[in-house]
């Protein structure tokens, strides 16, 4: 890639987010709606964390648990916060920064 390709460029334009107070329950139900794998967290507006898909699926273990009929996943999803799961201070770019040299920057 040259150096005159802007993260602007290549960036999604509009962006699911959710806030910080959200539950994980919403949060699942985006990643299926939307068809993603990662979601900003919000916090005043302003991004606090990212959550993967991944996050939520570590969860999951407890479901081979489960009795039958029981789901153990939705008890541990009610006992935590997407705080307590999201990666907290994410690195960002700026839009105008080269994807080249924000590249570089997260290879470090």
């Known amino acids: 890639m040259g150096t005159s390709i802007s ?3 290549i960036m999604t334009k509009n ?21 993603i794998r990662h979601i900003p ?3 005043k507006g302003k991004i606090v ?6 996050d939520i699926l570590r969860l999951s ?3 081979i648990y489960a009795e039958e009929g029981i789901n153990s996943e939705d008890g541990i999803m009610d006992m935590l916060s997407i705080n307590q799961v ?9 839009v105008k920064e080269t994807v080249e ?3 570089r920057r997260f290879l470090k």
């Open 86 to 94: 999201m990666k907290s201070k994410p690195d960002t770019a700026h």
């Open 61 to 63: 273990f407890g479901n």
């Open 49 to 54: 964390g990212i959550l993967s898909q991944t």
């Open 7 to 9: 993260v602007n460029d």
């Open 15 to 35: 962006v699911v987010t959710l806030e910080v107070d959200a539950s994980l329950e919403k949060a699942t139900d985006l990643f299926k709606k939307h068809k």
């Open 101 to 103: 040299d924000v590249a």
């Open 41 to 43: 967290v919000l916090d």
